[in-house]
């Protein structure tokens, strides 16, 4: 099983990037998938959660500027980031997750991706 984010980079505030998180070993259709980031000196924290039944979850901070999405048959989920602000600059991990629903909340389980760094600055 593995999963494999990508598509961090250096961009400036008010940019856009799209980060993807390919997972092989197992069907994703079954599978809820969050991302987390982790900056300099402070927890790692949950940022978005896609379920498996097509429900998407937010952190405050980012909803109206953060769109999750996933593609089953490419085995890919996404974070479409727009409008990104120095403070959203961290490592960027996906993982399988486990959902409170009644918090609307969501941890990460068994599987890790390596990170992905995401700078804003300009």
């Known amino acids: 099983v593995q999963l494999q984010a990508s598509g961090g980079g250096l961009v400036q505030p008010r940019g856009s990037l799209r980060l993807s998180c390919v997972v092989s070993g197992f069907t994703l259709d079954y599978y809820h998938i969050g991302w987390f980031r982790q900056a300099p000196g402070r927890e790692r924290e949950g940022v978005s959660c896609?379920?498996?039944?097509?429900?998407?979850y937010y952190k405050d901070s980012v909803k109206g500027r953060f769109t999750i999405s996933r593609d089953n048959a490419k085995n890919t989920v996404y974070l479409q980031m727009n409008n990104l602000k120095p403070e959203d600059t961290a490592v960027y991990y996906c993982?399988?997750?486990?959902?409170?629903?009644?918090?609307?909340?969501?941890?990460?389980?068994?599987?890790w991706g390596k990170g992905t760094l995401v700078t804003v600055s300009s």
């Open positions: 896609s379920s498996s039944d097509g429900g998407t």
């Open positions: 993982a399988t997750v486990e959902i409170d629903y009644g918090l609307g909340s969501w941890y990460g389980t068994d599987y």
